[in-house]
Structures are given as structure tokens and as C-alpha cells.
């Protein structure tokens, strides 16, 4: 989530609010199609206090992918499942890239942040040292003397 709380009477996607004969008309399916895809794990709503099954909008969709990848792909029950746990799988690693990308994107701040304070800690009062090279030439110094 986003970190604030939601209203729990607020409707999303995933509210479990169809019962199977509501959800198997949305669908295009006969209700024990849709007890057939809950027992073989390819679409599982949500469950009452006793027993009843719940479909929520986004169970909907999916069940109208079901039908469409069996029907019109031909794809078996086996097949579609496996194809529903590999989406899944893709859109969980998604959530993970973005959270390791907004990690690294933070990271990164805070050490740009840190380089500023080192450098704004630097005195500016010390003069750069810079090594002079040494040649093979001999310098004599003679002082000057004083005249008489």
C-alpha cells in the first residue's frame, strides 16, 4: 500500500462483492465452471465467514481470461494456469525492481548529500600543496656582502 489507511467501505478491484451466480453472468460462465476453476486453483475467491465464495471485479477479468486463452487459444486448464502463476510472478518481480529502484535513487541522494557536507567542511584558509619537480640543475646562492 501507499502507507495511508483506507476506508474499509471503499470499493476497489480486489473487493470480494459477487456471489458465484452474479460473477458466473458477468463472466459468460456456468456457476459450476467457476467451482471447477476454484478447486483446480486457476481463479480462488475470497471466502465468507461461512463458506460462500466472493468475487471481486478483478477475479471477474479473470475468469473472462480463462474462458478467452481456453476457448479461443486453446491452451488447457494445466497450461492457463501456469501462464496465470508466470503473470504473477512477473508482476511481483515488477514491484520489487521499482522498490530497489526508488532504494538505489535514494541512496544515491543521501550520498550526494554527504559528499556536499564533505565538502562544504573543507578550510579554505590551507593552500593546495602541489609537489615541484626536481630537476638536475645546481643552483648556488651567494649572499651579498656587505661593502666596506
Known amino acids: 500500500m501507499d502507507g495511508r489507511r483506507r476506508n474499509p467501505y471503499e470499493l476497489t478491484d480486489e473487493s470480494p462483492v459477487y456471489v458465484i451466480s452474479i460473477a458466473a453472468q458477468l463472466s459468460g460462465l456456468h456457476p459450476q465452471t467457476l467451482r471447477q476453476y476454484d478447486r483446480l486453483g ?85 593552500v593546495p600543496y602541489q609537489e615541484v619537480q626536481q630537476t638536475g640543475a645546481l643552483v648556488v646562492w651567494r649572499p651579498k656582502r656587505p661593502k666596506d
Open 42 to 126: 486457476l481463479v480462488s475467491p475470497d471466502r465468507t465467514a461461512g463458506r460462500g465464495r466472493r468475487y471481486s471485479a478483478r477475479d471477474i477479468e479473470l475468469l473472462r481470461t480463462v474462458q478467452q486463452l481456453s476457448q479461443d487459444e486453446g491452451i488447457n486448464l494445466a497450461g492457463i494456469k501456469r501462464i496465470i502463476e508466470l503473470e504473477n510472478q512477473v508482476a511481483a518481480l515488477q514491484q520489487r525492481v521499482a522498490e530497489l529502484s526508488a532504494a538505489v535513487d535514494g541512496a544515491a541522494a543521501a550520498m550526494q548529500q554527504r559528499e556536499a557536507q564533505v565538502h562544504a567542511s573543507y578550510r579554505r584558509d590551507l
